[in-house]
């Protein structure tokens, strides 16, 4: 193999900023894997690194945590996978499983560890799952944060049961895969969104209950209605801000908002009375665990889940792949290594 693959890496902050050139092979660990990258998808948090917003590795950096591809070589160690393996990374790196470590996101993919917007990458072995031999690459290259996230708030965290209603906000990677996994288990998904088309496209995926926030700017009241003045179970919140005060005020008593986006900004305006009245539980999602992951992958191939993906794009493409991702997508950007 040569001792030379390619990636693309920020030089500076602004997309602009963000090359293409060759790079050293990285090494492998007794413990790690060398992985050819097959396909790669794009999350918000990408570009909030290449815009400068959260702190990056020295620069040169390469950014992007989600990707699938094969085992091409493994440590002297490894007894997990073989070459030939076709595996995910784990984006939180050293969550293994339980709560995780006391401080998350200090070995992340793309954010405190090398992302994976390259032709080879190295996952550690025990931060790799086996990708679901029912999904494709590109498929299965948007699962490790935006999958993982959604089924974390619902399976893992939600305290959900056949027939919760579940609000689900946007129609972005997380918000797609969660109302799939919330018809999947019998609950009641509620989807908004301020674009109609969008609303139209997740209708075809099984969405009933939608509501145009952009013509329905208080759309807590009209959440209420249809739910006969009672309010949700479970709220997904994917825009934080100024928004988790409507999310609050459409919970049920006793109900729970899982706080995953900050598409609205990092500071939060909560009715501190409402939330306390009615005894409602905001709690925080980070992605999951590897043993999560797994247990999600048994799942997707189970119930025949399919990832939504908006378009795909190929490696040389990567600017035009970043400026569909800021449109917002409806699912997932992907990049194709060809």
């Not at 895969?177 to 509620?190: D, M, N, S, W």
């Not at 209605?225 to 949700?232: A, K």
């Not at 709690?283 to 993906?309: C, D, K, W, Y």
Request: one cysteine or more; proline letters at 6%; aromatic letters at 6%.
């Amino acid at each position: 193999m040569d001792d030379m693959t390619e990636a693309w890496r920020m030089t500076g902050f602004g997309l602009d900023k963000l090359v293409r050139g060759a790079v050293p092979l990285p090494s492998v660990g007794r413990r790690a894997l060398l992985v050819a990258v097959r396909a790669v998808a794009l999350n918000f948090k990408d570009l909030l690194l290449i815009d400068g917003k959260l702190p990056a590795m020295s620069l040169p950096f390469v950014p992007a945590s989600d990707a699938v591809g094969e085992v091409v070589a493994i440590g002297s160690e490894v007894t997990r996978f073989r070459v030939g393996d076709r595996v995910l990374g784990q984006v939180i790196a050293d969550w293994a499983d339980g709560d995780g470590p006391p401080v998350l996101h200090r070995q992340t993919l793309g954010l405190s560890l090398p992302g994976v917007l390259a032709r080879h990458v190295v996952f550690g072995e025990d931060a790799a799952v086996p990708a679901p031999a029912s999904l494709g690459d590109e498929e299965a290259a948007t699962l490790p944060i935006a999958a993982l996230t959604a089924w974390s708030a619902l399976v893992e965290s939600g305290r959900s049961r056949p027939g919760t209603t579940v609000l689900i906000e946007g129609t972005g990677g997380v918000a797609l895969f969660a109302l799939q996994f919330a018809l999947a288990f019998g609950q009641v998904p509620i989807l908004l969104s301020r674009h109609a088309d969008k609303l139209e496209r997740a209708r075809m995926l099984g969405a009933r209950l939608c509501l145009d926030t952009g013509a329905n700017p208080d759309w807590s009241a009209q959440v209420r209605t249809l739910r006969g003045g009672r309010g949700v179970d479970h709220v997904l919140e994917l825009i934080g801000g100024a928004n988790l005060r409507q999310s609050i005020e459409t919970v049920a008593a006793g109900g729970l908002v899982s706080l995953i986006g900050q598409l609205a900004g990092t500071e939060l305006a909560v009715p501190t009375p409402v939330l306390t009245r009615n005894r409602i539980t905001l709690q925080g999602i980070a992605t999951g665990s590897r043993r999560q992951f797994e247990h999600m992958n048994v799942a997707i191939e189970a119930l025949g889940v399919r990832p939504v993906i908006d378009a795909v794009y190929p490696f040389e493409a990567v600017h035009e792949a970043f400026d569909h991702q800021r449109r917002g997508p409806f699912g997932k950007v992907v990049i194709s290594m060809g």
